[in-house]
């Protein structure tokens, strides 16, 4: 049997930097768990564009159709900031979540005891947090239709369009719900059901699936305005939230400074099934390419790592090996492992991110 295969794209700023110690971790897991892949790395974003004048090119997009799992680092920066919105780096990401159908993304907020101090909240409030925000990730008002600006009268109009179908609420509902079942049973769907339609087709949508085929799952609604003061006031009262892509990509920003860094957070990204029942699937951290601290060795690469982690439990069927990288990070972090953005400014000398490395190998 051939090894499952790894598309590594490391992207722009930080991406490739963060990649670089996942890169030895896979490498550490074929020496040493005999656990081993057959990985290969292509560009994608800025990278892909300054090559090949499109963000993504097609033999990439092919390739990550065939592969077991996709690894992104980040894509974008100031360099690209003036380019025509069809080949900007974000472009890259987009198309592989589109053309994968990647419909489902799973955000865990999850408070690592040794850093509850360093949460934006109290420690109580904190300390053994453990939640997952799925948030819907191919529709919704990042690609309804129409869109963009023109002129009306004297004056520029921009326009977007918030647009669900019935299926895409209930496929990424059931994959909340398939989670729940695995996690504390329990979920929150969050919309804005008492101003837009969308809301209301949403909260539909939900309860019929919960009804007809989720019953034993604990259900409840919140307005997403709600959830956001709810989700900094008592987050702990959450197992599993649904929503849509926009309030996702807010709520789940939102629930990052509740576990101290954006540099601690992991993400997965899954589609329907393949023939052999692996999900179609990319990885990356939930940060951006952090332009202000590329190349300067500071970036924290443990999100990138535990998302490594969550494609050996979600794509690889390693639970154990996923756990054993989390307890290793875990363990760092216990011992007092930090890079700059889990420090304040008097709290001593960061390490760099070869050095998290370095000590999460050893781990
Ligand atoms: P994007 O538009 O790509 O989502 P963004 O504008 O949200 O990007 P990020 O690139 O995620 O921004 O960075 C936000 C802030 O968090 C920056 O100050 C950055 O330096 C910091 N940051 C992000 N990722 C990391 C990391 N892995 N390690 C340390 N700091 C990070
Ligand atoms: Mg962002």
Redesign the pocket.
Known sequence: MSNPSILILPGD??GPE?MAQVTRIIDWFGEKRDLKFDVETDLVGGAAYDKHGVPLSDETMARAMEVDAVLLG???GPKYDDLDFSVKP?RGLLRLRKEMDLFSNLRPAQCFDALADFSSLKKDIVSGLDIMIVRELTSGVYFGEPRGIHKEGNERVGINTQRYTESEIARVARSAFELARKRGNKVCSMEKANVMESGILWRDVVTEIHETEYPDVELSHMYADNGAMQLVRAPKQFDVIVTDNLFGDVLS?CAAMLTG???MLPSASLGLPNADGRPKALYE?????????TGQG???????ILSFAMALRYSFDQGDEATRLEKAVEKVLADGAR???LMGPEDGTPISTTQMGDVILEA
């Not at 951290?285 to 601290?293: E, F, N, Q, R």
């Not at 500071?298 to 990138?304: E, G, H, S, Y």
């Open positions: 700023g930080i963060v980040a894509v974008g974000e920003d860094s954006l540099g951290p939930v940060h951006g390419s952090a332009p202000d601290i500071k970036a924290n690469p443990i999100a990138c890079t700059a953005d």
